[in-house]
């Protein structure tokens, strides 16, 4: 097990791409870090960087109190799961597992231990001996997590691990690697695109946008307390309603329409000096009521809640409603926001307000 320092972190690829801009996270022993943030941002990168598969083109690489910056990456005693598990196809799971350490030239007994218990852990233990096309899809890639765990390293690295499965099998994946690393407690990083996997899985988040980390912390600092709008707007599903705010001769008005604030949004607004902002609120944030008024385009009942689609100050928005409702489209619905919920963002630096 051992903490990781990554230390003003530069990728810069032979063909003058930067991928990763000064790069900066201290992570301790033992966490679930998920990277996050859309197809190209430099996620895969920052994750190959750690465990030595790319150079690190300026910065600093701690595992631990050793100095990994130009370690090669067999002797940085890190082990990655992919989203491309490949396996062996001739040989059996036994065989797969215990590849790596065969290679290492492991005793045989040791080795036969090591794989006896990862199976055991991952609930493999009555495949050991078919072959890998014999496996369904999530079975080899709990395969794939074997073949890491055999090793003990000290960290873990996971690219996208689920992006191959099925949404089913993706949900019941992801529960599985969450309580592996409750069992095992050893430092894991994940790359994901996918912000639910991120929310469900980390304890600690770093939203990325192109190249750049745009917020480090909990699931809920990021969800409750975006620094600014991408963080916003990538976190949370559906995304959060964004308006354009602007104030006028001490009037507020939403996508141009004169509308309402409270008190609280108001005192931010003046003490920030400024007259144009974006306002946020998220659809789960949305309540019946009689402030503003929302024009029903489609009305989705999931069963535990709806999803009211429809134009607020004339952007198409959506609410998410606790209860089964029963709205029609055209039809005009009151609402409120929570106002303990509201964001607003500088529109001219998109850093959060409030
Ligand atoms: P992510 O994992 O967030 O999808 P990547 O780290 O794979 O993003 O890529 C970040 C950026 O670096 C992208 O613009 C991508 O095109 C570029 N990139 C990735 N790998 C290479 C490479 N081997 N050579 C040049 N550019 C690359």
Excluded at 42 to 67: N, P, Q
Excluded at 217 to 227: A, F, I, R, V
Excluded at 246 to 260: D, F, L, S, W
């Amino acid at each position: 097990m051992a903490s990781l320092s990554l230390q003003h972190l530069d990728k810069i690829y032979d063909n003058n791409v930067q991928a990763v801009y000064d790069f900066n996270m201290d992570i301790e022993d033992g966490e679930f870090i998920v990277f996050v943030g859309p197809s190209g941002c430099g996620k895969s990168t920052t994750l190959r960087m750690i465990a030595g598969l790319e150079d690190i083109s300026a910065g600093k690489l701690m595992i631990g109190d050793k100095d990994c910056t130009r370690l090669p990456a067999k002797d940085r005693d890190i082990a990655m799961v992919f989203q491309n598990y490949a396996l062996y196809g001739h040989m059996t799971i036994y065989e797969n597992m215990a590849f790596s350490l065969v290679l290492a030239k492991e005793d045989k007994y040791v080795i036969h231990e090591k794989v006896l218990a990862a199976a055991e852990i991952l609930g493999l233990t009555a495949q050991l001996n078919k072959k890998p096309s014999q496996l369904s899809g999530g079975q080899r890639q709990r395969v794939a997590m074997g073949r890491a765990i055999v090793r003990n390293p000290k960290v873990f690295l996971f690219d996208e691990p689920l992006s191959n499965l099925d949404a089913k099998l993706r949900g019941s994946t992801r529960r599985e690697i969450k309580l592996l690393h409750r069992r095992l407690g050893t430092t894991m990083i994940y790359v994901t695109h996918d912000q639910t996997e991120a929310l469900t899985l980390a304890d600690r988040i770093c939203c990325m946008s192109m190249g750049h980390v745009q917020q480090i912390g909990t699931p809920l600092e990021l969800y409750d307390h975006p620094k600014n709008l991408f963080v916003a707007t990538f976190i949370g599903l559906p995304p959060m309603n964004t308006f354009s705010l602007k104030v006028e001769n001490g009037k507020y008005y939403a996508e141009g329409e004169e509308i309402a604030l409270p008190s609280k949004v108001v005192d931010a607004i003046n003490k920030s000096g400024k007259s144009n902002f974006i306002l946020g609120i998220r659809p789960e944030d949305i309540k019946p009521g009689n402030t503003y008024k929302l024009n029903v385009t489609l009305n989705e009942n999931t069963g535990h809640f709806t999803l009211t689609h429809g134009k607020l100050f004339g952007k198409t928005s959506v609410a998410k409603f606790r209860d089964w409702m029963r709205y029609k489209t055209g039809e005009v619905v009151g609402i409120d926001f929570d106002e303990e919920k509201i964001h607003l963002f500088d529109s001219e630096t998109e850093e959060a307000i409030i």
